[in-house]
């Protein structure tokens, strides 16, 4: 596989493709970034009115009637929250052209079904969105949304987010709020197309045997008639805590859990220190990892108990599923943990072991070059993962330590469970 | 003597080795060119449905729930080195699984294969049980299991296996209960290892870089010889009809939760890789994401995308779920029940089954870009008494009549179970 390149098809819009043979599939994602700002329920629910129908097949079920006869080609839309950026996009993956059972080609075609969603939609007699498709759209959004409060680990993690960034853009929901989604109107979601047309940073990562040529031609053809007035999203960075914030929440479950919140010391994105993922790891990344080892295996606390590392927003979060009457218990022993971490106690095969796995996941990524390039959405540049790894490489036994006394205690939440004892049965 | 086949599919342009190794042991193995990483799996027909062992004295006795899984936990440690801190050398992630009707250990890398490799026939072919690591073990399979007990999906789907099967085992949780495990001695995880972990019963698929040499070197050297003894399943058949049609359970969560399982007779307890593929498809002609029902269920806000169904079988159970949120279960479930009367009353026409038939073989297709699920394939075909390719041949050349004489064996609307989990009162 060659280094793909990134070619700019316009203002800020611009095309990754890589060229191989070895998928059986056709892949183009297309990802648009915006600043976490204005009408965001807007833009949220839009990937999803895209998603539904276009013009050449309006209605649901014309539309996914034609998935079906791209040999089940999957369409899927997407928002998620990287740093302060909103990013939205729609995904095409079908089968290689090699594998159709008639012959034809089912690539292009799927290609420009991608197009005609995003440039295409299914438009009513007034041109814009149709009411009746929102209001199943706005319903899907908030189940989507208040379904994810039900997955506790999620729910817990959210929040302690939610705290700890209480002042920041981040703590706003990428769906936006209920009330914001509510009162969705199609007028809106019409202006959030416009605007994302017009203003995100927009990237197409497209992995197949094709060329890039076909992809690009087939974009920029589409992209001509936009006016591109594209906005940046920039991430406020805090490097370190203050006092520390506590909050405890009830509910009727069998199990705590308990989720610490952590400023790294970053004050800009390019300024990620790849020491930092290192540490992290170390503390609480694999099965090595002192969380793993000690919280878990020595001290049979819980059964997950790790620690994630946000560098796009310069925070870490540590989650543990425990006994709500062990809370202190755990609290003091992930802290204790850390605690090892900035006194340089640990080992150098801790660290060659983390080293090892950066290494294992990062060439894992070459796997999958449509999630590890799609993700650098808002890097002007793009990396190989060879050359993420020749940074790894770089980082020496003796920054863990520095990087881990940069580290500060921001915010503390415990989801404490009220559910009476399990007798077993 | 070994034996050793390759299994060719030309159109799907893949092939695999087959190897009955010396040993006792099945050896896959499917060298993919250009990729970066592989992913092994050795694995036992051991899982939670196998409570009973099959004495010499030609009687069955019972042991408890989860022991499947403990073993599962307990055979990454030995007297020195855990496994984990072995792969921890060697930068692989490695993990294991244990499911219903099988207990998996893995490992994916991109470098080292044959070292990795060499520690997971080790590790798994070396027991070492003490009653306080065992105890020790408790703790932490104990919070396990209250994570589970806090999901709904989790709940919805076992409270509804607890109602259909009244005596068959998948009614159990994996996991086990907290009172059954606190039951498990040193001694019975012996007992079990010899019973079920003879590699007569046993498999190692690879699949990725890795290439069938590099794999037979390590295993002539690493495999002990066998006893020759696959464990034997027992089967009592039981009533076609569910214990009762309903089940609820209050969880904290916001939007509840359905699980409609349809209950499926027979005399024997193993189904055909036919009937699979034709129930699959069948399953998507009713509810695939172009169905009518899909699209009215959605229209009238009885489900979100989160919709789903599945064909859930092993040895002795077999049921078709449809599965979901929504905020009126009852009546979700009675639209579904409704619709599959009228189709098996009119039976599925030719464009249908077309369309179905052409989006389940893409996905098959699209399958084999995983790794990680070609080797599961691998495995669970090979306990099933399949080849990989199988399912996708009988996909390409199943017909209506297939499809419409399978309509009549299943979807029995008397042998329902409604599980619904809803948010406190």
Same mark, same amino acid.
């Given at each position: 596989m060659n280094r793909p390149e990134l070619k700019s098809i316009a203002d800020s819009v611009s095309v990754c493709h890589v060229k191989t043979d070895r998928f059986k599939t056709c892949k183009i994602c297309i990802s648009m970034a915006l600043p976490l700002d204005g009408d965001i329920a807007a833009k949220a629910v839009l990937p999803y009115m895209l998603r539904r129908s276009c013009k050449k097949y309006p209605s649901f079920s014309e539309f996914n009637g034609r998935l079906d006869e791209l040999y089940g080609a999957a369409a899927t839309a997407f928002v998620r929250k990287q740093g302060e950026a909103q990013v939205l996009g729609l995904t095409v993956t079908s089968i290689d052209d090699r594998f159709a059972l008639d012959g034809k080609s089912v690539s292009s075609d799927a290609a420009e079904l991608l197009c005609d969603m995003l440039f295409d939609p299914d438009f009513d007699e007034n041109g814009t969105f149709k009411a009746d498709d929102l209001e199943t759209e706005k319903r899907l959004l908030l189940e989507r949304m208040i379904s994810e409060d039900d997955d506790k680990r999620a729910y817990s993690v959210k929040r302690c987010q939610e705290i700890m960034c209480e002042n920041e853009a981040f703590s706003r929901n990428?769906?936006?709020?209920?009330?914001?989604?509510? /009162?969705?109107?199609?007028?809106?979601?019409?202006?959030?197309?416009? +605007?994302?047309?017009?203003?995100?940073?927009?990237?197409?990562?497209?992995?197949? /045997?094709?060329?890039?040529?076909?992809?690009? %031609?087939?974009?920029? @053809?589409?992209?001509?008639?936009?006016?591109?007035?594209?906005?940046?999203?920039?991430?406020?960075?805090?490097?370190?805590? !203050?006092?520390?914030?506590?909050?405890?929440?009830? @509910?009727?479950?069998?199990?705590?859990?308990?989720?610490?919140?952590?400023?790294?010391?970053?004050?800009?994105?390019?300024?990620?220190?790849?020491?930092?993922?290192?540490?992290? =790891?170390?503390?609480?990344?694999?099965?090595?990892?002192?969380?793993?080892?000690?919280?878990?295996?020595?001290?049979?606390?819980?059964?997950?108990?790790?620690?994630?590392? =946000?560098?796009?927003?310069?925070?870490?979060?540590?989650?543990?599923?425990?006994?709500?009457?062990? +809370?202190?218990?755990? !609290? %003091?022993?992930?802290?204790?943990?850390?605690?090892?971490?900035?006194?340089?106690?640990?080992?150098?095969?801790?660290? =060659?072991?983390?080293?090892?796995?950066?290494? *294992?996941?990062?060439?894992?990524?070459?796997?999958?070059?449509?999630?590890?390039? /799609? %993700?650098?959405?808002?890097?002007?540049?793009?990396?190989?993962?060879? *050359?993420?790894?020749?940074?790894?490489?770089?980082?020496?036994?003796?920054?863990?330590?520095?990087?881990?006394?940069?580290?500060?205690?921001?915010?503390?939440?415990?989801?404490?469970?009220?559910?009476?004892?399990?007798?077993?049965? | 003597m070994t034996v050793n086949k390759i299994i060719t599919d030309t159109a799907l342009g893949e092939s695999y080795r087959v190897i009955k190794h010396k040993s006792g042991l099945t050896i896959m193995v499917l060298t993919k060119q250009g990729y970066e990483s592989t992913h092994a799996i050795f694995a036992t027909k051991y899982g939670s449905i196998d409570t009973s062992i099959l004495r010499e004295n030609g009687g069955f006795e019972t042991i408890p729930e989860g022991t499947a899984h403990f073993l599962e936990h307990k055979l990454f440690e030995s007297e020195d080195l855990d496994a984990f801190e072995r792969f921890a050398k060697t930068g692989a992630y490695a993990n294991a699984f244990t499911s219903f009707d099988m207990t998996g250990y893995l490992f994916s890398c991109s470098d080292n294969f044959k070292e990795n490799l060499e520690i997971l026939l080790d590790f798994v072919q070396s027991p070492y049980f003490t009653e306080e690591t065992v105890q020790k073990e408790q703790g932490i399979i104990g919070q396990e299991i209250r994570m589970y007990k806090d999901s709904a999906d989790w709940e919805a789907m076992f409270n509804m296996l607890r109602t259909m099967y009244e005596k068959h085992p998948v009614r159990i949780d994996i996991a086990g209960t907290e009172k059954s495990i606190s039951c498990i001695t040193a001694e019975m995880l012996y007992d079990c290892y010899k019973n079920f972990y003879d590699l007569s019963n046993m498999v190692l698929a690879v699949a990725g870089k890795a290439t069938v040499e590099e794999v037979l070197e390590v295993a002539d050297r690493m495999l002990k010889n066998s006893g020759g003894k696959r464990a034997v399943r027992e089967f009592k058949k039981e009533s076609p009809k569910p214990v009762c049609d309903y089940v609820e359970e209050s969880l904290p969560i916001k939007v509840p939760i359905f699980v409609l399982g349809f209950k499926e007779d027979f005399e024997n307890p193993e189904r055909t890789l036919k009937q699979v593929v034709s129930t699959e498809i069948i399953h998507e002609i009713i509810a695939g994401r172009s169905s009518p029902l899909y699209n009215r269920l959605l229209e009238e806000s009885l489900v979100n995308n989160s919709f789903s169904n599945e064909y859930f079988y092993g040895f002795g159970y077999a049921c078709s779920m449809f599965s979901g949120e929504s905020t009126d279960p009852e009546k979700a479930s009675a639209e579904i029940r409704k619709e599959i009367l009228s189709r098996k009353l009119n039976g599925v026409s030719e464009k249908d089954f077309e369309r179905a038939r052409r989006k389940l073989y893409g996905r098959m297709v699209m399958g084999f870009n995983d790794i990680e699920s070609i080797a599961h394939d691998m495995v669970k075909s090979d306990f099933d008494g399949y080849g990989i390719f199988d399912a996708s041949e009988i996909c390409r050349t199943l017909t209506l009549d297939d499809i419409n004489e399978r309509l009549g064996e299943i979807l029995c609307d008397d042998y329902t179970v409604l599980s619904v989990v809803k948010p406190l009162e």
């Open positions: 990428r769906f936006g709020t209920e009330s914001e989604i509510q /009162s969705l109107t199609p007028d809106r979601v019409f202006a959030a197309w416009q +605007e994302v047309l017009g203003s995100a940073v927009i990237r197409i990562v497209s992995v197949s /045997s094709g060329s890039a040529d076909e992809i690009s %031609n087939l974009f920029s @053809q589409r992209f001509e008639k936009i006016d591109r007035a594209p906005r940046d999203a920039t991430t406020q960075f805090i490097p370190d805590a !203050k006092e520390v914030k506590y909050i405890k929440e009830e @509910q009727k479950l069998k199990q705590g859990t308990l989720v610490l919140g952590f400023r790294c010391g970053m004050t800009h994105k390019d300024e990620f220190d790849p020491a930092m993922s290192v540490m992290a =790891d170390i503390f609480g990344g694999g099965t090595y990892s002192k969380l793993f080892s000690v919280v878990r295996e020595k001290m049979s606390l819980c059964y997950f108990c790790s620690a994630r590392l =946000d560098r796009s927003k310069g925070i870490m979060l540590v989650a543990s599923g425990i006994e709500t009457a062990n +809370e202190e218990k755990a !609290k %003091n022993a992930i802290l204790d943990q850390l605690d090892e971490m900035k006194n340089g106690s640990f080992t150098k095969d801790d660290f =060659d072991a983390s080293i090892r796995s950066v290494k *294992e996941g990062l060439l894992s990524a070459l796997d999958s070059p449509e999630v590890w390039y /799609s %993700n650098q959405i808002l890097n002007k540049e793009i990396k190989t993962p060879q *050359e993420r790894l020749s940074e790894f490489e770089s980082v020496k036994f003796e920054d863990i330590r520095e990087m881990a006394q940069k580290i500060t205690l921001d915010t503390v939440f415990m989801l404490a469970g009220t559910g009476e004892e399990d007798d077993g049965e | -």
